[in-house]
Structure formats: structure tokens, C-alpha cells
């Protein structure tokens, strides 16, 4: 059974940073990408940032501010977030699927985790 645990959002204030961890299993996860998305109230879930082995993916407006790694021994995804914007302010998921990065860009899963709450404001 897939289970997904989001965990390490919180406040911040602007200009600050997180690190988000996902804890993944059920899942054969060294062959599988992962991806961090959010969604921000009353929008849709975006993606923005997804790793497959050594490459990385990331949404426009995150590239150079938000860092993924992952863990394949302890089958958990890290998202380091600096420079955060009140723009920002979402419920950061993370999920994966076998295949390669492109296939992030569809957020078509069938089981989501909880999402970890990331508030940043002054």
C-alpha cells in the first residue's frame, strides 16, 4: 500500500527558508521520479521541482531558490526552499510515479499525502 508522509513546513518570514521531507513507501522508489508540488488557495496544484536518478526539473519561477534531492536508502524526498515570497504560501505535496520527469508535469495521482502547510509572512 502506498503511503506518503510530508513533513518540515511551517512560518517563515519572507526572504527566509524550509526544508520539506517526503517519506515514501510502498513504492520501488530508486526507479521511480518524485516531484514536490503545492497549491495555493483557490488554485490549482502546480509542479515545481521533480527528480529522476541525476536529473532535476524545476518551474520557472523557483529555479536557482529551490533545491531537490533524494534519499533511495531511506526512500525519502527533500525539498530545500530559500528566498521564499508570500506568493508562496501553499500546501507543498509530494508524489511520484515510474517514468520519466515529463511524466510529473501530470498531477494525476490516485493517492496524495496530507501536504505540509508552508506559510510565509512578515
Known amino acids: 500500500q502506498v503511503q506518503i508522509v510530508e513533513s518540515g513546513g511551517g512560518l517563515v518570514q519572507p526572504g527566509g527558508s524550509l526544508r520539506l521531507s517526503c517519506a515514501a513507501s510502498g513504492w520501488i522508489f530508486s526507479i521511480y521520479s518524485m516531484g514536490w508540488y503545492r497549491q495555493a488557495p483557490g488554485k490549482q496544484r502546480e509542479l515545481v521541482a521533480a527528480i529522476n536518478g541525476r536529473s532535476t526539473s524545476y518551474a520557472d519561477v523557483v529555479r536557482g531558490r529551490f533545491t531537490i534531492s533524494k534519499d533511495n536508502a531511506k526512500n525519502t524526498v527533500y525539498l530545500e526552499m530559500k528566498d521564499l515570497e508570500p506568493g508562496e504560501t501553499a500546501v507543498y505535496y509530494c508524489?511520484?510515479?515510474?517514468?520519466?520527469?515529463?511524466?510529473?508535469?501530470?498531477?494525476?495521482?490516485?493517492?496524495w499525502g496530507q501536504g505540509t502547510q508552508v506559510i510565509v509572512s512578515s
Open positions: 508524489n511520484g510515479r515510474p517514468g520519466t520527469i515529463e511524466t510529473m508535469k501530470r498531477p494525476d495521482f490516485r493517492v
